[in-house]
């Protein structure tokens, strides 16, 4: 399966315009169309002079659907033709996603682990209160892990999905919280030399929602490993290796306007305890409709993700990963 997509229009003579081609039968298609992604069919998409950027997505999270649309969403902000793969894992049997989907738009790593990649993402997952071991696909994200050691340029790390990249390579563990992380929360840029941090502000949002964390104290005992943000309430946001081969981010910067809320509402439904999402809605007023606020962050992350991380070093054959 492939995906073409990108910006819909970039103002500068020396971008071309690149084309967005998504599977008329992916759910996303419509929702990036009305968003003015330039759609395009395939034939039109080849005979772009470029190689498009194979980037693989790992989606561990039970909401697929809603989950490639927001990634997708902001893979698309930049100038860079793009072709995505869509896994999950075999070892695991997704519940929440109709059958037919998974089917027809995901493979799984045994059908790519002789291929290589540009970048890799790796989703977050609702099963970080578990210890790691206990995961059922916890042996096949290993295996995926290790593999993109030497299969992919870059991979691109979110909330779960950093903590157990984290653990596996280095260790460092994760520890409960009192009670959730849940909201939006102002961050520090602490590094504006990495180029990944180019064009942050140095006070930033996004949004977080988990039950655990990883600390400071454990990251800074390995060398290799930088921290690039992080914020006083949520702690420890963005963490590089200094190499830069290894993005690990631990919040949702992804999250459209609504996540948060279907979050809380779900919750609060079931009866579960949890709080109003911190600094989303406005006055924290559940009765109103959240404000938005870390766009701007997490459209500046991922394209610098993209452009700096993966397009600038990584070799035009893709068949030279590693570099």
């Known amino acids: 399966m492939q995906i073409f997509y990108s910006a819909f229009c970039i103002p500068h003579s020396s971008f071309p315009l690149m084309p967005v081609k998504i599977p008329s039968t992916l759910p996303a298609k419509t929702t990036l169309e009305n968003e003015n992604i ?4 395939e034939d039109r998409a080849i005979h772009q002079d470029i190689r498009a950027l194979r980037v693989a997505i790992l989606n561990l999270m039970p909401t697929k659907i809603s989950t490639e649309t927001q990634i997708l969403r902001l893979l698309s902000n930049s100038a860079l033709q793009v072709e995505v793969s869509l896994l999950h894992t075999a070892t695991h049997e997704a519940k929440n996603t109709d059958a037919d989907h998974l089917m027809e738009h995901y493979v799984t790593f045994d059908d ?13 997952a609702p099963v970080e209160q578990m210890p790691f ?6 042996q096949e994200l290993q295996r995926i892990m290790d593999w993109s050691e030497t299969n992919v340029e870059s991979t691109f790390h979110i909330c779960w999905g950093a903590q157990a990249g984290l653990y596996h390579k280095y260790g460092i563990p994760k520890y409960d919280l009192p009670r959730k992380m849940f909201g939006v929360y102002e961050h520090r840029l602490l590094n504006r030399t990495e180029s990944l941090m180019r064009g942050f502000d140095d006070i930033f949002l996004a949004p977080h929602s988990r039950h655990t964390e990883i600390r400071r104290m454990d990251i800074e005992k390995y060398t290799d490993l930088q921290i690039l943000a992080e914020s006083d309430e949520a702690g420890v946001y963005i963490v590089s290796d200094k190499a830069g081969r290894n993005l690990y981010i631990t919040g949702h910067s992804e999250y459209d306007p609504f996540t948060l809320k279907a979050e809380y509402d779900r919750d609060v439904n079931k009866g579960l305890p949890i709080h109003v999402p911190k600094n989303y809605y406005p006055n924290d007023d559940p009765a109103q409709e959240p404000t938005v ?3 701007g ?9 993209l452009n700096y991380h993966v397009y600038q070093v990584t070799p035009y054959d893709v068949k030279d990963i590693p570099r």
């Open 112 to 124: 790519v682990k002789d291929q290589k990649f540009d970048g890799l993402i790796i989703t977050g």
């Open 293 to 295: 606020r870390w766009r």
């Open 133 to 138: 071991e206990e995961v059922d696909y916890w």
């Open 38 to 41: 330039f759609v395009m069919d």
């Open 297 to 305: 962050h997490a459209n500046l992350l991922y394209s610098n993700w």
